[in-house]
């Protein structure tokens, strides 16, 4: 029985011997063939670093470390090519799965994917039933999307029929699936920020449309973000550069940490409601947000404007201007135009209390303030109407009084005294300023 036990050990042995060899099997000669027909079928240069054939858990093939493109615009760190062995002896082989680790694609690998189509009606000698992608990330220049893994079903003819996206987060999730007219694209995210745009937190994001390999068409999008809610369609094109266009009906959303992109120094609070358009051309996803522009009727509604006092600039009559401090308003409305970095507030109206007032303000791309607004003080039985030029930065925003009201206030102060004599002459000399076409003003030095 000894020799049974010994015999028994033998094979064991080499049964694990048969499992690991194949592991050692390197295929790396045929690196220089595989890598001509991939580059002739692709019209660019393909690269690969070794090959490998294991048998367990199943016969595969294992290739690292692949590079398309002279630039590496495309890499895959690994690929397991599971095939069909029944296959091997027919016309079309069957490759029952691609499992890729770590791919890497950049904006213009993006614009180069579809040169790779096949004409129609030509089929490759061999037919791939699954893709399985795993910590794959999408860099849109300085901006990118991932890490995330995703599985794919393809067809007889390489066509998906399946499709699903997460990210490693779990935030995002996105099926996709054929239709009438294209792909289905049902998404949802919780606690979501956008790879591209203004870096919004979207509590609840769902996004309904239909996708073709150069456009997008979201019909429907509805989302819960910082206390509110917003719902409206974008469309999306991708092919020689990116387009975008699209509107949404904002309700009661949050102003402080919206504003708060804008400046860390200077904010609104408040519930803010608006109907903005936006589109955009750019050549890449990274130039996006420099391209956008945005127009948005606007309310806000019970809030604080931040790093000013109107009422203080408008009531002190202070030829140096008046910084800081607050002004808290009940209603806050205008128009807001926003294009490529400058934003161009109008039909500004403020109320609060004793304080009302209007006017523009511009935002420049360097962030630097311009414009006019327009303060009425009510006081108990009298009103004075002060114009004040708007200076500074987003981060450090100048009231100060125009010429004309100046110069009335202290008309009307030598003739009727201070106090009502300087109210009554800063109101005189503002409409005689509006009357005469009086401009904007340079800010007064310090």
Do not use: C
């Amino acid at each position: 029985m000894k020799w049974l036990k010994g015999l028994s050990i033998v094979l064991a042995v080499l049964l694990v011997i048969g499992a690991a060899l194949p592991f050692f099997i390197r295929l790396d000669h045929y690196i220089p063939r595989i890598e001509k027909e991939a580059s002739a079928r692709l019209g660019e240069p393909v690269s690969i670093k070794s090959i490998r054939f294991a048998a367990l858990p199943l016969p595969h093939v294992k290739i690292d470390g692949i590079t398309i493109g002279t630039t590496d615009d495309i890499r895959l760190g690994k690929v397991l090519v599971t095939p069909d062995l029944l296959s091997l002896l027919q016309s079309t082989r069957v490759i029952k799965s691609v499992e890729i680790d770590s791919l890497t694609l950049t904006q213009k690998a993006l614009d180069r994917i579809p040169g790779w189509a096949r004409p129609p009606g030509q089929l490759p000698p061999f037919r791939v039933e699954s893709v399985r992608l795993s910590n794959a990330r999408i860099m849109l220049g300085t901006a990118g999307f991932g890490p995330f893994d995703a599985h794919i079903s393809l067809d007889g003819n390489g066509a998906p029929v399946d499709a699903s996206i997460t990210t490693g987060d779990g935030k995002l999730k996105a099926h996709i699936k054929p239709g009438p007219s294209g792909y289905l694209i049902d998404a949802t995210a919780k606690a979501w920020t956008p790879p591209v745009g203004p870096a919004l937190v979207f509590d609840e994001l769902t996004v309904t449309g239909v996708a073709t390999l150069n456009d997008a068409d979201l019909s429907q999008v509805s989302a819960k973000l910082y206390g509110g809610t917003a719902s409206g369609k974008a469309t999306v094109s991708w092919q020689k550069g990116l387009r975008l266009n699209g509107n949404f009906d904002v309700s009661e959303v949050e102003t402080q940490k919206i504003a708060a992109m804008l400046s860390s120094k200077t904010h609104v609070s408040g519930r803010l409601s608006a109907k903005p358009v936006f589109s955009a051309v750019a050549p890449s996803a990274g130039h996006l947000i420099n391209a956008l522009r945005l127009e948005a009727p606007f309310d806000v509604q019970n809030g604080v404007l931040h790093g000013i006092d109107i009422q203080k600039a408008a009531a002190g009559l202070m030829a140096m201007g008046a910084t800081g401090g607050e002004t808290r308003f009940e209603h806050l409305s205008g128009h807001l135009v926003m294009d490529r970095g400058s934003y161009r507030f109008t039909q500004l109206r403020i109320t609060s209390g004793a304080l009302a007032a209007d006017g523009h303000v511009t935002v420049s791309p360097k962030k630097a303030l311009s414009g006019r607004v327009n303060a009425r003080l009510t006081a108990t039985g009298s009103s004075a109407h002060v114009p004040l030029n708007v200076a500074g930065t987003v981060d450090a925003p100048l009231l100060y009084p125009t010429g004309g009201t100046v110069a009335g206030a202290a008309v009307g102060t030598v003739i009727m005294g201070p106090g009502f004599g300087t109210s009554v002459g800063a109101t005189v000399g503002g409409w005689a300023e509006s009357l005469f076409g009086g401009a904007d003003e340079k800010a007064p030095k310090k």
